[in-house]
């Protein structure tokens, strides 16, 4: 008896995208994992190196983020300008989410941005294991290429900050501005 719906040319392995019409799968810029207790979480490296602590980098874990902040997290790093950047947090600053709040501020207002040694971030950018390397070896060879100290590969501009600090200011004189609103609805109800 043959068995139905059932493809005889399907192959499985290692080189089962090597098939026709199989779906490539891209590698992006600016993923990782953590490796931290014999576990590994997909992380997003937003700036590689921190400033005055060039061993420490920042990074969010895009599962933690509900389904639309994460989507548009995803979309703006796979996006042609998110690649294009050589630290993921400066295009994020100038991006906002579907509900137009900016994504860096967000990120880093409610705490999402987490630091953590370089040496437990692996970048991939690859499927197998020359497609992986350690985040402290690849600033390595990013700053022997640029001729530069490891330290030097942290963004001083503080276009990044101003951002962040803007966009929570202008929350802030929101919310104020909302709950003034309401106090002074509230003064009016009771006079009548």
């Known amino acids: 008896m043959a068995l139905m719906n059932v493809y005889d040319k399907m192959v499985m392995g290692p080189t089962a995208g090597n098939q026709e019409g199989a779906a490539e799968r891209k590698w992006f810029k600016h993923m990782g994992e953590l490796e931290l207790e014999g576990s590994n979480t997909a992380v997003v490296i937003l700036f590689r190196t921190v ?3 060039p061993k420490n980098a ?3 874990g895009p599962k933690f983020l509900s389904d639309s902040y994460h989507n548009a997290l995803m979309r703006a790093l796979e996006s042609e ?6 630290e993921l947090g400066s295009y994020l600053a100038r991006q906002t989410f579907p509900d137009g709040v ?3 501020a967000l990120l880093q207002q409610d705490n999402y941005i ?3 040694d370089t040496k437990s971030i692996i970048v991939t950018y690859g499927p197998l294991e020359d497609g992986r390397i350690a985040l402290d070896k690849l600033n390595e060879l990013i700053a022997k290429e640029q001729g530069v100290k490891v330290s ?3 963004i001083k501009d503080d276009s990044a900050k101003t951002s962040t600090k803007k966009a ?10 909302a709950t003034t609103t309401k106090k002074a609805d509230a003064k009016e109800t009771t006079k009548k």
Do not use: I, Y
Not at 168 to 177: D, H, I, M, R
């Open 81 to 86: 300008g998110g690649q294009a950047e050589n």
């Open 168 to 177: 929570t200011t202008t929350k802030t004189k929101t919310k104020a501005k």
């Open 58 to 60: 920042l990074v969010v």
């Open 102 to 104: 900016n994504m860096l």
């Open 114 to 116: 987490k630091k953590f």
């Open 51 to 53: 400033p005055d602590e």
């Open 152 to 154: 030097e590969l942290a």
